[in-house]
């Protein structure tokens, strides 16, 4: 990605989009973009193949006594809203009701007399909230739970981001830990199975602003080295742990759930 130039939207942002959107997205060349799956041997990650890396998560997932009591599961305010379905659809295939939200924390918000810029820089929090209740548990209460989960599997694909003393304890303390995420950061290194999804510019799906308009997006890019598209992760994840999901593009999720 060299550039990035606004999609004009005479009922949205007209030509304009704020420096966050222009400049914010280097981390898509990021060199510490994940490329393959990654399984803890002792205190390391290593590469492994994506048939090996889910099969672990089979595995730890089947030993647990109660999966529904004891897993959590995490959704993501940068993913887009049919991800995010499957999010839930994997929570429901758990059995568990224990399902957060990772986001970023707010920034400062600015008000100017034609446009205004949201405090919150996430690009889909409004979205999350409606596909996974606006009940959903997320900040430090969601570190809170955490800290007591046997099995964890979290959805980041933020920009690099820094976590407080309370994530790291609550990450350290999981028993069982999958993160899906497009770089290494320091949510990965606590992971004991890492899977490669893919950024803005490789997916496809809707968001939803602030205002509730719900906008497509299309990729301008294959994902890079092994990565997959996180749709198609969640989907397999679902099909191995027990549950249904029979849904062959992003396209049949957002139809499967009108207004998303």
Same mark, same amino acid.
């Given at each position: 990605?060299?550039?990035?130039?606004?999609?004009?939207?005479?009922?949205?942002?007209?030509?304009?989009?704020?420096?966050?959107?222009?400049?914010?997205?280097?981390?898509?060349?990021?060199?510490?973009?994940?490329?393959?799956? +990654?399984?803890?041997?002792?205190?390391?990650?290593?590469?492994?193949?994506? #048939?090996?890396?889910?099969? /672990?998560?089979? %595995?730890?997932?089947?030993?647990?006594?109660?999966?529904? !009591?004891?897993?959590? &599961?995490?959704?993501?305010?940068?993913?887009?809203? %049919? !991800?995010?379905?499957? &999010?839930?659809?994997?929570?429901?295939? $758990?059995?568990?009701?224990?399902?957060?939200?990772?986001?970023?924390?707010?920034?400062?918000?600015?008000?100017?007399?034609? *446009?205004?810029? !949201?405090?919150?820089?996430?690009?889909?929090?409004?979205? #999350? +909230?409606?596909? $996974?209740? !606006?009940? &959903?548990?997320?900040?430090?209460?969601?570190?809170?739970?955490? %800290?007591?989960?046997?099995? #964890?599997?979290? $959805?980041?694909?933020?920009?690099?981001?820094?976590?407080?003393?309370?994530?790291?304890?609550?990450?350290?303390?999981?028993?069982?830990?999958?993160?899906?995420?497009? +770089?290494?950061?320091?949510?990965?290194?606590?992971?004991?199975? &890492? $899977?490669?999804? /893919?950024?803005?510019?490789?997916?496809?799906?809707? *968001?939803?602003?602030?205002?509730?308009?719900?906008?497509?997006?299309?990729?301008?890019?294959?994902?890079?080295?092994?990565?997959?598209?996180?749709?198609?992760?969640?989907?397999?994840?679902?099909?191995?742990?027990?549950?249904?999901?029979?849904?062959?593009?992003?396209?049949? /999720?957002?139809?499967?759930?009108?207004?998303?």
């Amino acid at each position: 990605v060299y550039r990035i130039k606004p999609r004009y939207h005479p009922d949205i942002n007209g030509y304009w989009m704020c420096d966050d959107g222009r400049l914010g997205y280097h981390y898509v060349n990021s060199e510490d973009r994940l490329l393959l799956p +990654l399984k803890r041997e002792a205190d390391a990650l290593i590469p492994t193949s994506w #048939a090996d890396a889910l099969q /672990i998560i089979q %595995e730890h997932v089947q030993a647990i006594a109660s999966p529904g !009591e004891d897993g959590w &599961v995490v959704g993501s305010a940068y993913a887009t809203n %049919e !991800e995010n379905y499957l &999010v839930k659809q994997l929570a429901e295939t $758990l059995g568990t009701s224990q399902w957060g939200l990772y986001a970023r924390p707010d920034g400062e918000r600015m008000e100017y007399p034609c *446009f205004t810029i !949201e405090a919150d820089k996430n690009p889909n929090t409004q979205g #999350a +909230l409606q596909v $996974l209740g !606006e009940d &959903v548990i997320r900040d430090e209460a969601l570190w809170k739970g955490l %800290e007591s989960a046997q099995f #964890a599997y979290i $959805l980041v694909g933020t920009p690099p981001d820094t976590l407080s003393e309370v994530a790291k304890n609550a990450l350290r303390s999981v028993g069982f830990l999958v993160v899906q995420d497009l +770089l290494h950061s320091e949510i990965t290194q606590y992971a004991d199975i &890492v $899977l490669p999804g /893919i950024s803005f510019a490789e997916k496809e799906g809707t *968001f939803t602003n602030s205002t509730g308009r719900v906008q497509r997006i299309y990729p301008s890019f294959e994902p890079k080295g092994e990565a997959r598209a996180d749709w198609l992760i969640l989907r397999e994840l679902i099909r191995r742990l027990g549950g249904t999901c029979e849904f062959e593009s992003v396209d049949q /999720i957002h139809s499967h759930r009108p207004g998303m």
